[in-house]
């Protein structure tokens, strides 16, 4: 905009990691326009100042090879090549695959999709036509109907019925559990960056019980096929419609093994003390409804031992909820600790639980050394699952929002039955 509407000269500036999507995917899919890019070492993050002031006067461009100061000034400066001048709509994306990948032994169709990165390369249900067909009588929706378009990160990919159906064919999914995975896939992709972001599915209402959900014992553990099943779909579907390639569009630093499964799981409604509601509920939905919330986060702290009454396990936790840095926090906790802290400490609700870690928990600020409170009581939300054997929680950074004109990371599963 600046160059073309203003006639101001602009540069864009990338990390080394990232340039080629910024010369490559980014403009053949998004911009449509060839911005010229200064290429800048990598990693900046938590660097120094004096390794800054190293990248800029000492390092060479990565896409000229000049100096880093002499590309700047060139890139500025330098009237338009031919090809710069270019102005209009992205280009458009190459024509899709056809849907069918045509007959072949089942060990090179396996090697096929690996190849293609359309795997998490744990094993998975080749979606043959007859298994896709039988999925999608999990759903009254046509099989061509769009549930949304993905433009990023790169090109237009229409999210549709049939294509959530193949990869939930692909993760091991089952027809009853269509109408979830359908509306999970109202969120595709998942969240990522380039350090070591991790997503969370939570699922409330009836349907937890009638496809058969844990949210009793190991409710995070690999023990049940309905919580695996459909955390893995979100992962093989960010890949697949989602676009999301290691190196290509995608480059965390880390990572996080909880992409695999996403930390799907259910909330145990039923073992929720008097006076304390379920999310959906705190989100505005009816209890009879069934809803999968999705939130993205960075951080994941288990406690290191039970919660006691002769100490004051919201003290605690506010304690760990110190080092997260989002400005959001969710607590999981087991059932025996709702009930700890109803009964022992007072909390009626989630609500006022969650009030208290908003006007208590304090964070120092350095080098000032001042004090800040950096939650917001709706910022703060408590889930409570598990098997009540024990009284452990963690503390994590999802972003919930019980918000839902706000929030956008609820969909009504009834929906897509």
């Not at 009581?377 to 598990?386: A, K, L, R």
Request: proline share 6%; aromatic share 10%; hydrophobic share 35%.
């Amino acid at each position: 905009m600046l160059e073309q509407q203003y006639n101001i000269p602009a540069v864009g500036s990338a990390a080394s990691n990232i340039v080629k999507y910024a010369l490559n995917h980014d403009f053949q899919y998004t911009n449509g326009s060839p911005i010229r890019y200064i290429s800048f070492p990598f990693p900046v993050a938590g660097q120094s100042q004096a390794v800054h002031h190293k990248y800029v006067f000492e390092s060479k461009d990565a896409v000229s090879g000049k100096p880093m100061m002499q590309a700047f000034i060139d890139a500025l400066t330098a009237p338009l090549t031919e090809k710069e001048k270019y102005k209009g709509p992205a280009p458009e994306p190459s024509a899709e695959a056809s849907r069918y990948l045509g007959p072949d032994t089942e060990e090179r169709l396996h090697q096929l999709f690996k190849d293609n990165d359309w795997t998490d390369y744990l094993p998975i249900v080749l979606p043959t036509e007859e298994r896709v067909a039988d999925m999608l009588k999990g759903t009254s929706r046509r099989p061509e109907e769009i549930i949304k378009v993905l433009d990023w990160p790169g090109g237009r990919r229409e999210v549709t019925v049939e294509r959530v159906a193949i990869c939930a064919v692909m993760a091991g999914a089952r027809r009853e559990h269509l109408p979830v995975i359908l509306a999970l896939a109202n969120h595709i992709p998942f969240g990522n960056s380039t350090s070591s972001m991790a997503n969370m599915i939570l699922v409330s209402g009836p349907i937890r019980d009638e496809i058969g959900m844990n949210y009793g014992l190991n409710v995070m553990g690999p023990h049940n096929e309905a919580n695996s099943v459909i955390g893995r779909s979100y992962t093989i579907m960010s890949k697949t419609i989602g676009g999301l390639h290691s190196g290509k569009t995608t480059w965390s630093t880390l990572g996080s093994t909880m992409q695999y499964n996403n930390v799907c799981i259910a909330e145990n409604e039923q073992a929720l003390p008097e006076g304390w509601e379920p999310f959906h509920v705190q989100a505005g939905f009816k209890p009879n409804q069934s809803v999968i919330t999705v939130a993205t986060g960075w951080s994941y702290i288990s406690s290191v031992t039970e919660a006691k009454r002769e100490y004051p396990v919201h003290m605690w936790m506010g304690e760990y909820m110190k080092a997260l840095t989002m400005g959001a926090a969710t607590v999981i906790m087991d059932p025996s600790v709702a009930t700890l802290l109803k009964d022992t400490y007072g909390f009626k609700s989630k609500v006022e639980l969650s009030k208290w870690f908003a006007d208590n928990v304090e964070k120092t600020v350095y080098p000032s050394g001042n004090k800040t409170k950096p939650f917001q009581e709706s910022s703060v939300n408590v889930i409570v699952t598990g098997g009540g054997g024990q009284t452990t929680w963690f503390v994590t950074d999802f972003m919930l929002s019980r918000n839902m004109v706000l929030a956008g990371g609820s969909t009504l599963i009834d929906e897509w039955r």
